[in-house]
């Protein structure tokens, strides 16, 4: 049986615009209110770098790899992601030390809530959703910088 989902197809500009409202942007950064060391600056807060994480799935890049070497010629990707230079997004190993700060539990939670948020707006008695929750399976990584 098909099912017509009323959502964009995924990869879409639009659906990042659909999908922009429900992340729970002020939770991520409670959760993970990043680095106040002195050095290096962040330019980027976590909802930010959870967003470029989300763009993994969401588009037909499906690597961390391909998602921060395509995101400065992507404008839909930055806005969905909250970037507003267009040369200054994060590298893999920014995103790489954003998941080791979170952590599986960290990522758990901000899945558990963006999953709330949702379910929000899905009538009772509809259709079942099922998200697929891989934080706790090991990533393949480079340890080139």
Same mark, same amino acid.
């Given at each position: 049986?098909?099912?017509?989902?009323?959502?964009?197809?995924?990869?879409?500009?639009?659906?990042?615009?659909?999908?922009?409202? &429900?992340?729970? *942007?002020?939770?991520?950064?409670?959760?993970?209110?990043?680095?106040?060391?002195?050095?290096?600056?962040? &330019? $980027?807060?976590?909802?930010?770098?959870?967003?470029?994480?989300?763009?993994?799935?969401?588009?037909?890049?499906?690597?961390?790899?391909?998602?921060? #070497?395509?995101?400065? =010629?992507?404008?839909?990707?930055?806005?969905?992601? %909250? %970037? *507003?230079?267009? &040369?200054?997004?994060?590298?893999?190993?920014?995103?790489?030390?954003?998941?080791?700060?979170? +952590?599986?539990? +960290?990522? #758990?939670?901000?899945? =558990?809530? %963006?999953?709330?948020? %949702?379910?929000? $707006?899905?009538?009772?008695?509809?259709?079942?959703?099922?998200?697929?929750?891989?934080?706790?399976?090991?990533?393949?990584?480079? =340890?080139?910088?």
């Amino acid at each position: 049986m098909f099912v017509q989902s009323s959502l964009p197809a995924t990869g879409t500009a639009e659906l990042l615009a659909v999908l922009t409202p &429900y992340i729970p *942007d002020e939770f991520i950064n409670r959760l993970l209110p990043g680095n106040r060391r002195q050095g290096r600056r962040n &330019y $980027f807060d976590a909802a930010q770098l959870w967003r470029v994480h989300l763009l993994a799935l969401l588009s037909p890049a499906h690597s961390f790899n391909a998602v921060a #070497r395509l995101l400065p =010629e992507q404008p839909a990707w930055r806005r969905f992601a %909250l %970037l *507003d230079h267009r &040369y200054r997004t994060p590298d893999v190993h920014m995103l790489s030390q954003f998941r080791a700060a979170a +952590g599986v539990a +960290g990522l #758990r939670q901000i899945n =558990e809530q %963006l999953v709330r948020r %949702l379910l929000r $707006f899905l009538p009772a008695g509809g259709q079942s959703v099922a998200i697929i929750d891989a934080t706790d399976l090991p990533a393949a990584r480079s =340890e080139e910088h």
